[in-house]
């Protein structure tokens, strides 16, 4: 699952269509193409979406989310424009998961800009499986894990919390 295309369809069809949650608007978001970056709307919320990536050296998935200002800069988005929900897919082997952060715990987090910080155009997450071992990396899975659905086992999926976050 790389492709907007088939990582959308994919999602669709395992989340989203059997708890009647109907993807409507799809917009993709190609400066985070590499992240398999778009907007779309989710029944009555508005979602930027994203696909987290591996890396080599460190515990955790990295994935960005920025935007180009007047002048062509990169920088984070503003909380009075953001969706409704930053979704981020994690996929590790046979491990899938999202998490599902609504744009207020962003805020506080200090992920998207105001007119009094300026926000994050990347993070770090750290789904069920990883183990972080810094302290900064332990503080950021704990808030995190909060708004994670674990989609691991296609034949018990947590609807109860995955249609919460959703709401």
């Not at 949650?21 to 508005?46: D, P, R, S, W």
């Not at 503003?78 to 599902?100: E, H, M, R, W």
């Amino acid at each position: 699952m790389n492709n907007l295309n088939d990582t959308i369809r994919n999602v669709n069809n395992l989340v989203y269509k059997p708890n009647n949650l109907m993807i409507t608007n799809l917009k993709e978001e190609k400066q985070n193409a590499e992240y398999v970056g778009c907007l779309f709307h989710l029944n009555n919320k508005t979602i930027r979406f994203r696909v987290s990536k591996i890396t080599p050296n460190k515990i955790g998935q990295f994935v960005s989310f920025w935007e180009k200002d007047d002048n062509m800069q990169n920088q984070a988005f503003s909380y009075n424009a953001a969706p409704d929900l930053l979704v981020i897919t994690c996929i590790d082997d046979n491990k899938l998961g999202q998490f599902i952060f609504p744009k207020e715990i962003l805020l506080k987090e200090k992920v998207l800009k105001t007119q009094i910080q300026k926000g994050k155009m990347a993070m770090r997450v750290y789904p069920i499986w990883d183990t972080p071992v810094s302290n900064q990396a332990k503080k950021s899975q704990t808030w995190q894990l909060q708004y994670f659905v674990d989609l691991s086992n296609h034949n018990n999926l947590p609807i109860d919390k995955l249609l919460h976050l959703y709401s």
